[in-house]
């Protein structure tokens, strides 16, 4: 199958969550790379730095452990780093891993701050880094994990055909966003409340335009800012 995007095409993986989350946040952050960091975001930024360290290799038992992982999706179009990615030794289908003996089964999981909680967010994106596992490695991934750091719990995702879907939509929706380089519209809510760019956003009185392009991609459904 030929392959939807070019090496040059890829886009950092995590903003398929921030599209979702809001368009208008996808083109303050990578369009007019616009930043602002808040509690939430700091607090999940040490949570992302605790799970990157540690060697990038280490071997329990029948379990091989790989931090800080780059990943790619030539369909979605998405390249990102993977938290931890754990392959544990099966005897049945898995891969062959270089200078590790057997057939392994991936397993990825991504570090979120705060208690565990439904978030549409959270399993989009760790969706994004299981298929983009899924093209690179030629197996599916039919599961993964989010890992909670207040509550240090875990909490398995079944990678359905919903979220599968829902993935490419925001994929595209992030695409669409950066190739017509034009940030959208602000879509003041409840979600701005938590959002780490309102200062910049400033989405009570910024231009306002229909978001109907941009909404009929993808549902925007309201929350805190998904890091
Ligand atoms: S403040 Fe609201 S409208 Fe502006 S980027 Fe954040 S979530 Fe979107």
């Known amino acids: 199958m030929t392959p939807r995007y070019a090496e040059d095409d890829l886009l950092p993986l995590g903003g398929v969550m921030r599209a979702l989350f809001c368009p208008r946040s996808a083109g303050l952050r990578y369009l ?11 607090e999940g930024s040490l949570r992302h730095e605790r799970a990157h360290e540690g060697p990038t290799r280490e071997a329990r038992g029948d379990l091989l452990i790989v931090r800080s992982l780059r990943v790619r999706s030539f369909d979605l179009g998405l390249t990102g780093i993977c938290d931890v990615v754990e392959f544990q030794r099966t005897d049945g289908v898995g891969v062959t891993l270089p200078r590790y003996s057997g057939r392994w089964m991936p397993y990825p999981v991504e570090y979120k701050r705060g208690r565990r909680r439904e978030n549409p967010f959270h399993r989009v994106q760790l969706c994004a880094q299981a298929m983009c596992l899924e093209e690179m490695l030629g197996i599916a991934v039919p599961v993964g994990a989010l890992y909670y750091g207040m ?3 875990r909490e398995e995702v079944t990678l359905g055909d919903d979220v599968r879907d829902e993935t490419r939509r925001a994929a595209e929706l992030f695409h669409r966003i950066m190739r017509e380089g034009v940030t959208p519209p602000p879509e003041f809510g409840p979600k701005c409340d938590g ?28 929350g805190s800012d998904p890091r």
């Open 195 to 222: 959002c780490s760019l309102q200062d910049l956003c400033m989405p009570r009185t910024a231009r306002t335009r229909s978001a109907a392009g941009y909404l009929d991609a993808a549902m925007a459904p309201e």
């Open 32 to 42: 007019e790379e616009q930043w602002e960091d808040n509690v939430f975001t700091v």
């Open 151 to 153: 509550s240090a719990r």
